[in-house]
């Protein structure tokens, strides 16, 4: 059975309008799952309780996509889509 890996991570970006985190060592992992239903419930509940913090995002990283680059990316992967 193929693996498919995601990470889940997020934090406090310097503007709304992008995707650079403002301090980049406090970035929050929230882990790692091994597939994408599970990565997004964790995504949902990162995204949930910190809604009312208007600069702090959280994203899904497709880390199986890493290990075969000739697999087309997803708009998902493209952080600044």
């Not at 406090?12 to 419930?41: C, Q, R, W």
Request: aromatic share 10%; hydrophobic share 35%; no cysteine.
């Amino acid at each position: 059975m193929t693996q498919r890996l995601h990470l889940v991570f997020g934090g406090e970006l310097i503007s709304t309008e992008g995707t650079t985190f403002k301090d980049p060592d406090n970035i929050h992992i929230v882990g790692m799952f091994p597939n994408y239903a599970t990565a997004y419930t964790a995504w949902k509940a990162e995204a949930q309780r910190t809604v009312d913090e208007a600069q702090t995002r959280y994203f899904i990283a497709h880390i199986h996509r890493l290990r075969d680059e000739d697999q087309p990316g997803s708009p998902t992967e493209e952080l600044g889509a």
